[in-house]
């Protein structure tokens, strides 16, 4: 059973920065889609951003300007850069990866492995 596990989630000022990180636990292929999505209470798990194993890059809607995604170089470990961060980017923020090969998706119902999720709170 894969283990996504995140990092990096904490408080902040309207302004500051975060980088949440996941890597995989006891997994040694190459996860194909990794990616990030997040979770306020009340409403439905959204997509943030994702990336392949190419580095080809996915983000959901101009609003994540402010986000980076980035992957390190042949392994399965995903970064989130989170700059000028705003209250309305507080939620919990959840890696997703899966295995097979194709179009990376902005949908979690095609993510097989979740990790178990890192609390960002920005306040102003």
């Known amino acids: 059973q894969v283990q996504l596990v995140e990092s990096g989630g904490g408080s902040v000022q309207a302004g500051g920065s975060l980088t949440l990180s996941c890597a995989p636990s006891?997994?040694?292929?190459?996860?194909?889609?990794m990616a990030w999505f997040r979770q306020v209470p009340g409403k439905e798990r959204e997509g943030v951003a994702g990336?392949?194993?190419?580095?080809?890059?996915w983000y959901v809607d101009s609003d994540k300007a402010h986000f980076t995604v980035s992957r390190d170089n042949g392994g399965n470990t995903v970064y989130l850069r989170m700059g000028n961060l705003r209250p309305d980017d507080t939620a919990v923020y959840y890696c997703?990866?899966?295995?097979?090969?194709?179009?990376?998706?902005?949908?979690?119902?095609?993510?097989?492995?979740w990790g178990q999720g890192t609390q960002v709170t920005v306040s102003s």
């Open positions: 990336i392949n194993q190419y580095r080809n890059t």
């Open positions: 997703a990866a899966h295995s097979y090969r194709g179009a990376c998706s902005d949908s979690p119902d095609k993510y097989i492995y």
């Open positions: 006891g997994y040694t292929g190459t996860l194909y889609c």
